[in-house]
Every structure is written in structure tokens, then in C-alpha cells.
């Protein structure tokens, strides 16, 4: 038998994990969709509020950005989404990280090991599972995902400020186009993003590629966690476990 998500094929440990991104692509998708309409709602409004005022000699015309500001509490939409992108980017590596360790356990178990934990820290340091899992066949640690983990790592502890020049270059993601126009030619204008100070962006297809990417690592890597649990003989397992006491007991 082969790996197969098709058919089932495939550990414990992958079956939870494919849950739980599941639920993290319906929470991006339905969350998206409902605040664009919740926004567009309230925009509706503040226009409906100042048309029904609306004095020439008193008002400019634009009053009602100012109502709708009051009624998101100064929470535009594009800042909605870009809480909302980093809160699954966030979500999405901690599910990754979560898979690894139940891959990793689940394979052990088979083999006859378990990982030694210290009481003050339930779960193995990062370096460990890259190590064993190396062991039992899968590179965890590519340099994606360490692309990635350390996007992680910028939104839970810097809340995604590009800090310095090497943070910029390494996360920048080119020009974006804001909507904004010149307002003698009416043309839009375009100004470069991602200096040193921004929030580093994180547009929908980038949320959608770490989506992606972390999930193409879970499936090559669980391959290997499903036969070794799965379908490996005992020579096979007593093998691995020659290669493995070492860094688990």
C-alpha cells in the first residue's frame, strides 16, 4: 500500500491536521466575505444618513466618510483584512507545528519510543523535531518554511512592523497600489510599500501560498509518518530505532 489522503491512507496525526486547515480556509474565506459585506453595509448607511441632511450651504459632499469612520471605529476594511490575513498565517503555522508533533509521536510509537519531555515544557523544541523527523525521513526545515516561520514570528512579536532594512528586503513584496488619485489629475497613484516602519503586507494570495506551502510539506512529510506507523515490517522499524536512540528514549 501507498500514502493516500483519497483513500484514507494517511496517519492520525495528518487526518487532524487536515481538519483543522480545512476549518482555517472556511474561517478565511466566510470571515472575508461577511466583513466585506458587514463594511459595505455601513458604508451604505453613513451615505443614506448624509443624504438625508445633505444641505449644499452646510455640507462638502464627503461627510459621510466621517460617519462611516465613527461607525468602524476608525477600523477601515483594509485594516480589517490585514488582521484577519495575519491571524491565519499565524493560525496556519501553529497547525504545521502541531502536525509535526503528532507525526512525529505517532511514528515513534510504532517504532517503540517516546519523546522525553521536560515538566516545564509539554511540547520538543523546534530543533528536535526537525532532527528526528530528518531521522524518520522528511526535511521540515525547508527554506520555506523557514520563510514562513519566521513571518510567524514577526506578526506574534513585532505585529508585522518591518523593523530594519534586512526585515524589509526579506519580506517586502514589491509596490502596491493604494486607491488613491492625484487630486488635480484625478490619476491614480502608486506608491511604493514596505518601507522600513510598514506593517509588511499580506495580501490574500500570500495567506493563500502559505496555505498552500505548508500544506505540500505536511503531505510529503507525512508519507514517511504513515508507512513508518502504518506499513512499515519490524526490520524496517528496528532499523530507524538504531538511528533514533540517540534523541528519544
Given at each position: 500500500m501507498?500514502?493516500?489522503?483519497?483513500?484514507?491512507?494517511?496517519?492520525?496525526?495528518?487526518?487532524?491536521?487536515?481538519?483543522v486547515?480545512?476549518?482555517?480556509?472556511?474561517?478565511?474565506?466566510?470571515?472575508?466575505?461577511?466583513?466585506?459585506r458587514?463594511?459595505?453595509?455601513?458604508?451604505?448607511?453613513?451615505?443614506?444618513?448624509?443624504?438625508?441632511?445633505?444641505?449644499p450651504?452646510?455640507?462638502?459632499?464627503?461627510?459621510?466618510v466621517?460617519?462611516?469612520?465613527?461607525?468602524?471605529?476608525?477600523?477601515?476594511?483594509?485594516?480589517?483584512?490585514?488582521?484577519?490575513?495575519a491571524?491565519?498565517?499565524?493560525?496556519?503555522?501553529?497547525?504545521?507545528?502541531?502536525?509535526?508533533?503528532?507525526?512525529?509521536?505517532?511514528a515513534?510509537?510504532?517504532i517503540?519510543?517516546?519523546?522525553?519531555?521536560?515538566?516545564?515544557?509539554?511540547?520538543?523544541?523546534?530543533?528536535?523535531m526537525?532532527?528526528?523527523?530528518?531521522?524518520?525521513?522528511?526535511?521540515?526545515?525547508?527554506?520555506?518554511?523557514?520563510?514562513i516561520?519566521?513571518?510567524?514570528?514577526?506578526?506574534?512579536?513585532?505585529?508585522?512592523?518591518?523593523?530594519t532594512?534586512?526585515?524589509?528586503?526579506?519580506?517586502?513584496?514589491g509596490?502596491?497600489?493604494?486607491?488613491?488619485?492625484?487630486?488635480?489629475?484625478g490619476?491614480?497613484?502608486?506608491?511604493?510599500?514596505?518601507?522600513v516602519?510598514?506593517?509588511?503586507?499580506?495580501?490574500l494570495?500570500?495567506?493563500?501560498?502559505?496555505?498552500d506551502?505548508?500544506?505540500?510539506?505536511?503531505?510529503?512529510?507525512d508519507?514517511?509518518?504513515?508507512?513508518?506507523?502504518?506499513?512499515?515490517?519490524?526490520?524496517?522499524?528496528?532499523a530507524i530505532s538504531?538511528?533514533?536512540?540517540?534523541?528519544?528514549?
Open positions: 501507498t500514502w493516500n489522503a483519497k483513500k484514507g491512507l494517511v496517519s492520525r496525526s495528518f487526518a487532524e491536521w487536515q481538519a486547515d480545512r476549518d482555517i480556509r472556511t474561517y478565511l474565506s466566510l470571515t472575508a466575505r461577511w466583513s466585506e458587514g463594511y459595505q453595509e455601513l458604508w451604505n448607511q453613513a451615505e443614506s444618513e448624509l443624504s438625508a441632511i445633505f444641505d450651504d452646510v455640507h462638502h459632499g464627503d461627510e459621510h466621517g460617519f462611516f469612520s465613527d461607525k468602524v471605529n476608525d477600523l477601515w476594511p483594509n485594516d480589517y483584512e490585514w488582521m484577519l490575513h491571524s491565519v498565517v499565524r493560525d496556519a503555522v501553529s497547525a504545521f507545528e502541531v502536525y509535526l508533533e503528532k507525526g512525529m509521536d505517532e515513534l510509537h510504532a517503540g519510543l517516546d519523546l522525553r519531555r521536560k515538566a516545564n515544557r509539554p511540547s520538543p523544541e523546534w530543533k528536535t526537525v532532527v528526528i523527523h530528518k531521522a524518520l525521513g522528511s526535511d521540515v526545515e525547508t527554506d520555506r518554511v523557514k520563510h516561520r519566521a513571518l510567524r514570528h514577526m506578526l506574534v512579536h513585532q505585529r508585522g512592523e518591518l523593523r532594512e534586512k526585515m524589509r528586503d526579506r519580506f517586502a513584496e509596490p502596491r497600489a493604494y486607491p488613491l488619485v492625484h487630486r488635480e489629475t490619476e491614480p497613484l502608486t506608491l511604493e510599500a514596505d518601507f516602519g510598514d506593517q509588511v503586507q499580506l495580501e494570495a500570500t495567506v493563500e501560498a502559505v496555505l506551502d505548508l500544506a505540500a510539506v505536511v503531505r510529503e512529510t508519507t514517511r509518518v504513515w508507512h513508518i506507523a502504518w506499513n512499515a515490517d519490524r526490520a524496517e522499524l528496528e538504531r538511528t533514533l536512540k540517540p534523541d528519544a528514549d
